[in-house]
């Protein structure tokens, strides 16, 4: 069994603990937290510790901490031969380079607490200072999922951004029409079926030949249209992501 | 059974023409179009007609034409007793007021010529010029979907406008991760969970609450590591989007 210790308690320390402790090949050790209350989601309380002293041996070392919480870490975890890897999506894998074999584990998702998450359909980024320490992560990733990928440093940043554009941002688009709807007494459930079918698209088509729309058509009417009826800040966002469209499909506004 | 002619061969006149098909209490006597080459989808030839002078007697005629070619068919097109509606989201219902009885049938869904859609999930927005018109109208949409709602021309305007920014902006910005992830050479396959997330959070949570990310956070360090990255054109799509989710949410840049 490969044994592993978890630093963290937040949400990704949470569902990696849930989804490492269903498999049988790996065993989580311990896990670690300063405030060790909690910890509560960890069922055996003999491993948990808020102690770093009192970190006992394993092969990997999880630092599924905050971004900015990970150097400080760093320097006071002492660790021999274990693999040290931090989980964030946009921190350099060189932050742990303090230690002999270092890495990162970076799940591309968006988890919330009190939501259940399938590991299995979890793209995996992986990094590691060796062939061998990357083997190990992989190995390790392998159990929880079929989405294991290696990535560098510099494509992880890229998809850190790529993932602000397609989760926080399309989210807010999401915000401003319930916002619109509530105005004009809508429920937002009416616009829900249309959210889902423009990402089933996305299952057959890639989403530059999934475009529609006004802009994507040209309809100088319907553009303006609609920009009449927004105020000053929607006015702006609207404008701006017309001519983004216009210009990445090759058309002049 | 209630009959209905439907004006139009694009997406929206094939999918209701496949929709109305299925349901025993409606009957697709007639589907029109200028180029009759276009309405091979219509199974019985002898349905199929290309000649204004033709059409005969419904209770409903259904125009799933292009919003800039509503005016010009209901100026030529002649019906004494049944309801002329229109399709659009954008057009005012009024622009059929010269008839008797109008209104508006507008399925709020983006449509793909190839992609079978399953209309029960469609939320349908009637509009017409008399109850007794409006209720026909429900009647028909009752019975190809559970999600009919009334809604006024000046609601559908905001639905329009929602839809394009819950539909064309978020798809673009999904372009444009994918461009990014290309750069890089990342499969774009690695962003699909956790767009399919975005939105299956969205069953659980209203997206105001689903809301996560660095301009939640007000989260300065990883904010301006993603603007280095990023060309003119989407640094200001990231800044404006991320200066609009703070605004919302109450906090300052």
């Known amino acids: 069994m490969i044994k592993v210790v978890i630093i963290g308690a937040g949400n990704v320390a949470t569902h990696l603990y849930q989804s490492f402790s269903k498999s049988k090949q790996l065993d989580v050790v311990q896990v670690f937290n300063r405030n060790v209350e909690r910890l ?5 309380p003999t491993k948990r510790t808020s102690n770093l ?33 931090h989980t964030s999506g946009s921190q350099s894998m060189d932050i742990l ?33 060796s062939e061998e320490n990357l083997d190990l992560l992989k190995k390790v990733g392998a159990f929880i999922t079929d989405k294991v990928f290696e990535v560098s440093s510099e494509q992880r940043k890229a998809l850190h951004v790529s993932a602000v554009f397609v989760n926080n941002f399309s989210n807010h688009l999401f915000s401003l029409a319930a916002d619109f ?28 030949s999934a475009q529609t729309g006004p802009a994507l058509r040209n309809d100088q009417k319907t553009i303006s249209d609609h920009l009449e009826m927004l105020d000053e800040d929607r006015k702006k966002i609207y404008t701006i992501l017309t001519e983004s469209i216009q210009k990445l499909h090759g058309k002049e506004l």
């Open 97 to 129: 380079s303090g230690y002999e074999n270092f890495g990162v584990f970076y799940p591309l998702q968006t988890f919330s607490k009190n939501k259940p998450v399938n590991f299995s359909e979890i793209p995996l980024c992986l990094e590691a200072n």
């Open 181 to 208: 709807c509530k105005k004009e007494e809508l429920p937002f459930d009416i616009l829900r079926p249309l959210i889902r079918e423009t990402v089933n698209k996305l299952e057959s088509l890639d989403p530059y």
């Open 53 to 85: 002293e009192d970190l006992v041996e394993a092969d990997i070392y999880l630092l599924a901490i905050k971004d900015e919480a990970i150097g400080e870490l760093a320097s006071e975890l002492k660790v021999k031969s274990g693999i040290v890897a």
């Open 40 to 44: 509560h989601f960890v069922n055996n």
